[in-house]
Each structure stands twice: as C-alpha cells, then as structure tokens.
C-alpha cells in the first residue's frame, strides 16, 4: 500500500509540476505573440507611410458621431490590425506542417494512404505532360505535407525580409550586410537586432513544439493513472 501511495504521490505532483509549466509556456507563447506583432506594425508603416492619409472625404466621415469614431478607431489602429493579420498568416502558414506532425490521425491516415496508393511507372516514350502527370499522381499523398514545408519555407523568407527591415543586422541594407559578412567587419554588426531577429522569427514555433511536448507528457500522466 505504501508503494502504491508514494508512485501515487510522485505521479501528482509530476503531473502538477507539468500542469503549471504547461500554462507557464502557454502564457509565454502569448507574450511572445504580442511582441511579435509589433515588428509587423512597424513594417506596415515604414511600407504604407503614416497609414491611411486624411483625405477630404475621410474628414467628413470622421465628423459622424458613431461611424467616424469607429474609421477613427481603425485609422489609430490601421498598422497593429493590418500587421496582425500579416503576423497571423504567416505565422499560422510556419505552423501548420508542425500541427499537422503532431495529428496521429492525419499522420496514420496519410501513411495507410501511401502504402495503399498504387503508383503508375514512368516510360521513356511517354508524352512530357503524361510524365508529369504521373509524377504528380504518384506524389499525391503526401503532397498535403510537402507542400505545407513549402509553403512555410516561403513564409519564413517573407517573414526575414520584414524582420531586416524592422530590425537590420547592419545599417544600410542587405548589401552592407553582405558586404560587412564577406569583408568580416563584425564590430559593425548590431548584435542586439540580430537577437531580435532570430527571437521574431523562431520564438513562438520553439514555444508551440515545447507545449506540443509538454502536452504529450500530460497524455503518458493521464494513461499511467488509468
């Protein structure tokens, strides 16, 4: 009974310990979210100027007691909501091979699929486009998750082309970089944006793997005290 008790006692406070750095993590992600964001922010308004410009017309709208208050609203906040969506769709794009890794069902679904999924062989004589097809056809099951890394490889290009601009490594550009890269002048490098860089880009995928982990471990808890 003893025993029994102290695997008990050992397995509570295991999990309350994974718990509360489960939800630590998770406050963190939306932390990091915020602060992520604003690089965003700041892009869109380096790219669109000073925002939406007050035009005649948007003047006169803005004298209308609710609707101008709600274009004001939209106007103060015209870089945060565009470099939120921004931010969300390329982040949601980075993400989504990761989540998809992480669905045994999706995982098992695709793999019964490519094991039962007859391939056609590609001849010598066949027509350029039959080969492509066939090409094509035999990729098919998996193309759900290499096109998903793809598409999130593009999306960390564009998402370090905004981080440059918010946050350069060098002043003057990627060609000083370069520039600065090939000839080995470090002491020009300003190593404090290049963390802020590196934080942007990886952070919140490093934060959503670790909760993915910590998730796991909180299944094994659940099943073991079954």
């Known amino acids: 009974m003893n025993t029994a008790t102290n695997k008990k006692q050992k397995s509570f406070s295991s999990s309350t310990l994974v718990n509360a750095l489960y939800w630590v993590v998770a406050a963190l ?12 922010a ?7 100027g000073n925002g939406i410009n007050h ?9 209308i007691p609710i609707i101008g208050g709600l274009l004001g609203l939209f106007i103060y906040g015209f870089n945060w909501i565009v470099g939120f969506l921004l931010w969300a769709a390329i ?6 091979p990761i989540v998809l890794r992480r669905d045994r069902r999706f995982m098992q679904s695709v793999i019964s699929e490519c094991d039962s999924h007859s391939k056609y062989q590609i001849k010598e004589n066949d027509d350029p486009a039959l080969k492509a ?11 759900t998750i290499s096109r998903s890394r793809t598409a999130a490889l593009f999306a960390y290009v564009v998402d370090f082309s905004i981080c440059m601009m918010v946050y350069p ?4 550009g990627f060609d000083d970089l370069m520039f600065v890269v090939i ?18 880009i990886f952070i919140v995928e490093l934060c ?19």
């Open 183 to 200: 000839t080995g002048q470090v002491s020009r490098i300003d190593w404090g944006n290049v963390i802020k860089l590196l934080l942007t």
């Open 55 to 63: 035009s005649f017309i948007i003047n006169l709208i803005l004298d």
């Open 29 to 40: 992600v939306l932390f990091f979210m915020y602060l992520n964001i604003q690089p965003y």
């Open 91 to 96: 982040q949601t794009i980075q993400l989504f």
């Open 42 to 48: 700041v892009g869109v308004r380096l790219i669109t």
């Open 133 to 143: 097809l066939k090409r094509w056809y035999n990729k098919f099951p998996a193309l």
């Open 169 to 172: 490594p060098v002043q003057g």
């Open 208 to 226: 959503v793997k670790f909760l993915f982990w910590l998730a796991q471990i909180k299944y094994y808890f659940k099943m073991s005290q079954r």
